[in-house]
């Protein structure tokens, strides 16, 4: 998908970048780069091809590119926006190489922590519980069965589920047997971790809706996704170490 919107973009783009008969070049470099100009050209023509809204156009901090969020993703574009880069791009003047582009949306899909509806989640406690996560999980999903038991070994955290059922028809009915269980939390670790299904019947009210309604908002279109307490969000399962990395790292800020 990203690959075929990127060659339509960058056809489209290179079009646009062409002098119309009998004008004068100059003046169309003038007017192609005008404040505004390339903002609009570049928005106008990702929305048309991709059919999705364009989150932002910045100006990028090097080599005088714009960067361009949508569908998650960004891309980067020159000042006269006759071509576009997708991928990423890394600074290679330090000791180490850093990923520009993975840092960069990282701060773009930061989610605010302590603007999360907890009260819409369940708790797990491991240790004192003195750091925080946000989980946004499905019960069907084989990923987050294999970080829930990896999340047993967290060191000192609490984490708060937000049941998300988002990937197969029953998933729905077994968040909602969770929510609707006594000890919400031995509930799920039973089902994710030691393959026993909720007995409680789904019939009480839950926060799905609501979740699901949440996780529209912040764009989140896979399980297992966490927050962390500086508000990163990482996509995808990983081991214990990371976690506590990540935790360790989340608590500095």
Known sequence: M????????TLCLSALALPAAGQDAAQKDKAATAPGTVEQRIREVVEKISGQK?????KAPFLGLYEVMVAGDLLYTDEKATFLIAGDVYDLRGAQPRNLKEERLSKLNAINFAELP??????????????????????????????DKDLMGAQDVTVHVFLYPILSADSSAKAKAVWCSPDRAKAWIDMMVNGVEPKASPTCDTPIDKNLALGQKYRITGTPTLVFENGQRVPGAMPVDKINSLLADAAKK
């Open 2 to 9: 990203l690959k075929s919107l990127v060659f339509a973009l």
């Open 54 to 58: 364009v989150d932002s156009i910045n």
């Open 118 to 147: 907890l009260d819409q989640s369940f708790k797990i406690v491991r240790g004192n519980g003195k750091r925080q996560l946000a989980y946004f999980s499905d019960p069907n999903c084989p990923y987050c069965k294999r970080l």
